[in-house]
């Protein structure tokens, strides 16, 4: 990586690891490291944006369209291995202030949160591999 340092923004590790740089801070285009250096020991993608990412550290978890109250009240890593592995569908409670005809009113709701389901990709006899939809062997 320190021969390629021109492609990563490294400004979020510490200051004192050896590759800590602010040259290329919030540049676009370049890769970012999501663990600031930390070693990653778990990672479950379920499809794209919904992923979560566990380091000794830190658990970093990402469900697009789901609240990040939710995500970081409701949700931990193992939920996104239990859909994996048992193709459960996640479900949450929450509350939300709405507006309807101009009266202001909290709302009860239920909202679906992780999925099994890739609209991207093809999932293989094996459970593990994928191909992209419109591949020949589909």
Do not use: W
Not at 23 to 33: E, R
């Amino acid at each position: 990586m320190q021969k390629d340092l021109h492609f990563f923004d490294t400004s979020d590790y510490p200051q004192t690891h050896p590759l800590y740089c602010e040259i290329n801070k919030k540049v676009l285009g370049k890769m970012k490291d999501e663990l600031s250096s930390s070693l990653a020991l778990e990672f479950v993608g379920l499809k794209p944006k919904m992923y979560s990412l566990k380091s000794a550290e830190m658990e970093k978890k990402t469900a697009k369209g789901v609240s990040k109250i939710i995500i970081q009240q409701q949700i931990r890593h193992r939920d996104y291995k239990e859909t994996l592995l048992y193709r459960r569908r996640g479900l949450a409670k929450a509350k939300k202030i709405a507006s309807h005809n101009h009266i202001v009113q909290t709302v009860a709701y239920q909202k679906s949160t992780l999925s099994p389901f890739d609209s991207k990709r093809y999932i293989l006899q094996d459970g593990i591999n994928t191909l992209a939809y419109g591949h020949f062997k589909i």
